[in-house]
T-cell receptor, first 113, second 108 residues
């Protein structure tokens, strides 16, 4: 049972390049989330999907787009990467949006040069 | 919008000392969750508090939820080196919003 799987684990991009971070969960969870983690800033919510077919902005959505491809998969896209998007990105899922624990992937360390 | 503030940002204690981190929300929360992240790792769920004034214990860890459901605390008794990491609270509404976390370092 893999839980939440993120790919890639590491990525270096040049400013202006685009890329998609992939996330898949095998726990039949309804809700999925994307966070970024920067030193001293904690985990900041980028986008979330409370259920399949819905997506909503979090605290820091600018510069990102998401797709809830199906119940299992929730991808995060950077259309034109900027150095300010250098961060560690975590995907998470939970059974429901309201009162269940979140399970996190191992994270993607992204550097934009 | 929903905001969760957490203090202190950083604490360095001697092994055996107690540790407390505090969490405050700008809005009333339906529930609050606590997570621990080991250095280089990902956040792992510890506990969820739902009821006003609720207190839960996990071995040396004590979690409290305030009467107004706008604040919470995590207290660790007699810290050990295995307690090292960052402790996050998270406010649970339709989305899960995290505080900035408290980094705990334990000196042996």
């Amino acid at each position: 049972n893999a839980g939440v799987t993120q790919t890639p684990k590491f990525q270096v991009l040049k400013t202006g390049q685009s890329m998609t971070l992939q996330c898949a969960q095998d726990m039949n969870h309804n809700s999925m989330y994307w966070y970024r983690q920067d030193p001293g800033m904690g985990l900041r919510l980028i986008y979330y999907s409370a259920s399949e077919g819905t997506t909503d902005k979090g605290e820091v959505p600018n510069g990102y787009n998401v797709s809830r491809l199906n119940k299992r998969e929730f991808s995060l896209r950077l259309e034109s990467a900027a150095p300010s998007q250098t961060s560690v990105y975590f995907c998470a899922s939970s059974r429901t949006a309201l009162n269940t624990e979140a399970f996190f992937g191992q994270g993607t360390r992204l550097t934009v040069v | 919008g929903q905001q969760v503030m957490q203090i202190p940002q950083y604490q360095h204690v001697q092994e055996g000392e107690d540790f407390t981190t505090y969490c405050n929300s700008s809005t009333t929360l339906s529930n609050i969750q606590w997570y621990k992240q080991r250095p280089g790792g990902h956040p792992v769920f510890l506990i969820q508090l739902v009821k006003s004034g609720e207190v839960k214990k996990q071995k040396r860890l004590t979690f409290q939820f305030g009467e107004a459901k706008k604040n919470s605390s995590l207290h660790i008794t007699a810290t050990q080196t295995t307690d090292v990491g960052t402790y996050f609270c998270a406010g649970r509404e339709n989305k899960l919003v995290f505080g900035a976390g408290t980094i705990l370092r334990v000196k042996s």
